[in-house]
C-alpha cells in the first residue's frame, strides 16, 4: 500500500507524463506544494535529532553543502537512512554521508542502499556508489569487485571503478584491465589505469 508521499508522487509523474489542462496545471501546484511539505515532515525527526547533537539545519542540503565537519552527525544520519524513502531525501542522505568522517561506518549500510535501489535508478545508484566508494574500507574489497564487474550495474558503477585505485593489488589491475572490455566502463578503467601507473614511477 501506498503511503501518502508515495501517492502524491505517483499523481505528479501520471499529470507531468502528458498534456494538461488548465486545471490539470493548477492542480500540479497544488501537488508541487503538498509534496514539499510531505517531503519535510519525512526528516523532521532527522532536523530534530540533529539540533540535539548541536547540528542546526533547516533541510539536508544544509549539511551536504557545509564546509564544517559533522562527526557527530553521521550516526543520525545512518538512523534515518533506510526511513527515507521519498528520492531526494535519500539522495541528500547519502550526500551528507559522502565524507571522510563516515569512513569505516557507513559503508555496509550504503552497500544494502545500493543493492535494494531499483538498476532503472541510475542516477540515485550512481550517488550511493560514489559515497561507498568515499567510505569503503578493506573490508568491502570484495562487493566492490563483484559490483564493478557486474555489467547489470550501469554507468552507477563509474565512482566504484574509480576506488579500485586505492585497492593496491594485482587483483585490482586485473580487473580493470577486464573492464577495458566493457564499453561503459572503458574510458573510467582506463583512467584509473594511467593514475596507477603514474604514481607507481
Known sequence: MMDRLQQLESQWRELLSRPRSKEEEEEMSVLAEQ???????????????LKKAGIVITSIWD????????????????????????EKNKEGIVRALT???????????????????????DNLRWVIGN????????QDIDWLISTVTDKTNGGSRRQL?????TVKSQQAI????????????KSTALEVLKKIKYNSR
Do not use: C, F, W
Open 161 to 165: 571503478v574509480k576506488a579500485l585505485r
Open 99 to 121: 565524507v571522510k568522517e563516515a569512513k569505516g561506518k557507513a559503508s555496509s549500510l550504503l552497500i544494502k542502499e545500493y543493492e535494494n535501489t531499483p538498476k532503472k535508478k
Open 35 to 49: 509534496l514539499t511539505i510531505e517531503t519535510e515532515k519525512e526528516i523532521i525527526g532527522l532536523i530534530n535529532e
Open 63 to 86: 549539511l551536504v553543502n557545509t564546509k564544517k565537519e559533522y562527526p557527530e552527525a553521521i550516526d543520525i544520519l545512518l538512523k534515518y537512512l533506510p526511513l527515507a524513502k521519498h
Open 131 to 138: 559515497a561507498i566508494a568515499t567510505v569503503m574500507t578493506s
Open 174 to 185: 586485473d580487473v580493470l584491465n577486464g573492464l577495458l572490455d566493457d564499453q561503459e566502463m
